[in-house]
């Protein structure tokens, strides 16, 4: 049996009982249809079943090979892609076969390139705050009106309100997301339409308007989400062996794990590191390409392993192959990561 | 015959000339054996191919990943891992099947495992100054007779001056690759050996002492090195499309193309953005998952295409499967990145 102790590293484990237990609190808060789990935090079928297996039938993705993979695996029931593309035509092939595939569109050229594609719903989707994707409430109206005539039905409408989901403090963040819900019930009344998709980790309990909340880093968490006293725990470490310890090993000057910048997203700054069999809390100094140098503040030895939480899951995820899942010591399952790439 | 206008994107593009350029220009500079290519930089064998045909042998490599894709591609007749490894068991089989594979160790531990794994020769890695792998100078003698009694044939030493390469002001660049090499070359006189392996791309023509240059970013090249005055230019760029425009497109507030955190390594920070037919330069807001958020500063349109040369160039080529190369506007070769992962 691997263990967390002999996998090939560096390797990205999320603890089992976590994941469990992630899964279920949102199940419970957001039953069945409440909760569109966005598959982007994980890019992975085998989780998404285990979502599934919790009583979430629709999906949202971010690309078009999210959603080819979500299909193949058999849960293509009610994919949502939450984005803009023009090379709908890629999903036509889908919907034919009987998979119910909506996307986003936000401008005429979206529209045309859904319809073209023989894509059949769409969603308008509505800036609401963040300087993105997303047409703004007042033109939502017009983008469904194209919609319809070009042949779409109009579900209903989208927008992500992710300036507001990392908030550290709750009633800032239940006060901003209902900011940008009042652009969203704006575009909605225009556009009508039985969905209202929207939220994210951060506001799952606060956007009172969504029908649907697409979160999808309470799964597996990051530190940076793990600062807003959520009741979701950190499942996800990327486990590391040192490889190098620099002076005496009892009092060394730093050391050196296998885990760098091609393991982890930086966008959100360096990942923080603990020592698997306890001892002194490292700081951590820098990344370079495979390597994480680090202060042990303590002793530690060539061989020794630690996990390195990413200060930001998902572009960490898109790195690695196979994600791990461990039972204490033990590793119990090893599901590819199979929605990678675009 | 695809193109740079119709390549499914995000697209790795590299120019076929400039890629060409940077080639015939290092291997004039430092030609044959005195340039080991790294192939941490693209992670491609069919570019070490072209590297190969220039006229070097011998590779530098990062992973246990990459030693085996070179040598399963017929580059194997000098690889060196140039980083510490634990599971060197893993390459016993390459070196058994002919394979010359030689790995640094810094540690008893690591020596160690070399010997253990049917490797049969080292180069002792050395701390130049940079807080990162290696032994210090003065311990290095050690590590070589701990290696020769452990029956490993010790090839040298090498030193990575990684804290030297960036620095933009070439005399000082050049004044700390000496103090770096000072280190390595005391190393040296205790380790003997024929190699004394170091450098990179930002010392390929300051680095006097090493008998071989470890660069590998000189080849496709990033805005980092771009600001060096180096005599390689920039090859490397994301073929993105513009799929959100906000406001009127002749006068837009900001632009969104289909390139985020997810096809770029963020570390270095933002990449920049140019547009593909032409005219006023953007100005980089910030990325998503999938997403860069742009002022296109001047009309721009949906569908329209940009380039988004990334600030760091491996730890990007890493989340692509492809790196296309284009002759102008024709894609004349798509090359799979076949060495990523561990």
Redesign the interface.
């Known amino acids: 049996m691997t263990t967390i102790f002999d996998a090939?590293?560096?390797a990205l484990v999320a603890d089992a009982a976590i994941l469990a237990g992630n899964i279920a609190t949102m199940a419970r808060a957001l039953p069945g249809d409440r909760l569109r789990p966005h598959v982007?935090a994980h890019k992975c079928t085998a989780l998404a079943r285990e979502q599934a297996a919790a009583g979430h039938a629709s999906f949202t993705c971010?690309?078009i090979r999210e959603v080819e993979g979500m299909a193949a695996a058999g849960l293509g029931e009610d994919l949502l892609l939450a984005?803009?593309?023009?090379?709908a035509f890629r999903l036509g092939d889908l919907v034919t076969a009987g998979h119910r595939v909506t996307v986003a569109v936000?401008?005429p050229?979206?529209v045309r390139a859904a319809a073209e594609a023989g894509i059949r719903e769409v969603l308008v989707d509505v800036?609401v705050g963040l300087?993105?994707?997303?047409i703004?409430a007042s033109g939502a109206g017009e983008i469904a009106r194209a919609a319809t005539k070009a042949g779409l039905e109009v579900r209903g409408v989208m927008g992500y309100e992710?300036h507001v989901v990392g908030m550290p403090d709750r009633t800032e963040r239940e006060a901003a997301c209902a900011e940008s819900m009042g652009l969203l019930a704006e575009a909605h009344d225009a556009v009508g339409g039985d969905t209202i998709s929207a939220g994210g980790t951060g506001t799952y309990d606060l956007n009172t308007l969504a029908t649907e909340i697409q979160a999808g880093s309470y799964v597996l968490m990051d530190t940076a989400y793990g600062m807003l006293g959520l009741p979701f725990g950190q499942a996800l470490g990327i486990i590391s062996?040192v490889?190098?310890?620099?002076g005496d090993p009892a009092a060394p000057?730093?050391a050196?794990a296998?885990c760098g910048?091609?393991?982890l997203?930086?966008?959100h700054g360096n990942p923080s590191v603990s020592r698997l069999e306890g001892g002194p809390e490292p700081t951590v100094?820098f990344?370079?390409?495979?390597?994480l140098?680090f202060a042990p503040n303590g002793p530690i030895?060539?061989?020794d392993r630690v996990r390195v939480p990413p200060a930001?899951v998902?572009?960490t995820v898109?790195?690695h192959?196979w994600l791990l899942i461990s039972d204490g010591e033990a590793v119990v399952e090893t599901w590819p990561i199979d929605l990678r790439?675009?």
């Open positions: 090939q590293t560096p982007k971010a690309t984005n803009e593309v023009l090379d936000d401008s050229e979206t800036e300087p993105r994707c997303g703004t992710g062996t490889v190098s310890v620099s000057a730093w050196v296998d910048l091609k393991a997203g930086m966008d100094w990344c370079s390409d495979e390597h140098t030895r060539v061989g930001h998902d572009p898109a790195y192959e790439g675009w």
